[in-house]
């Protein structure tokens, strides 16, 4: 695994590939998922690689640390009711 300290380390997201010691790495996005699509949208505040064995290749994955409210479905509406939890 590798990761910066922030956004301005030496490990960067840039809107849609990750620059690392001279190498851009593009990152495969679907512009249809609505849940990456908000997160893109967001301040990036860590960057991570992580590498994975995928059979028997090994891929790389970036985990994207962002500030702000996490996406919230149409579906899954936030409840107006009080909840308490009882003994």
């Given amino acids: 695994m590798v990761e910066g300290k922030s956004n301005d380390g030496g490990i960067r ?3 849609d590939h ?3 010691l001279g190498l851009r790495l593009p990152a495969i996005i679907d512009p249809r998922d609505e849940v990456t699509t908000y997160a893109l949208k967001q301040r990036v505040k860590y960057v991570r690689l992580v590498r994975r064995r995928l059979g028997s290749q090994d891929r790389l994955y970036t985990q994207l640390v962002l500030e702000g409210k996490p996406f919230q479905k149409p579906k899954h509406k936030i409840g107006t009711e009080i909840l308490g939890v009882g003994r």
């Fill in 13 to 15: 997201w840039r809107t």
């Fill in 18 to 20: 990750v620059e690392w």
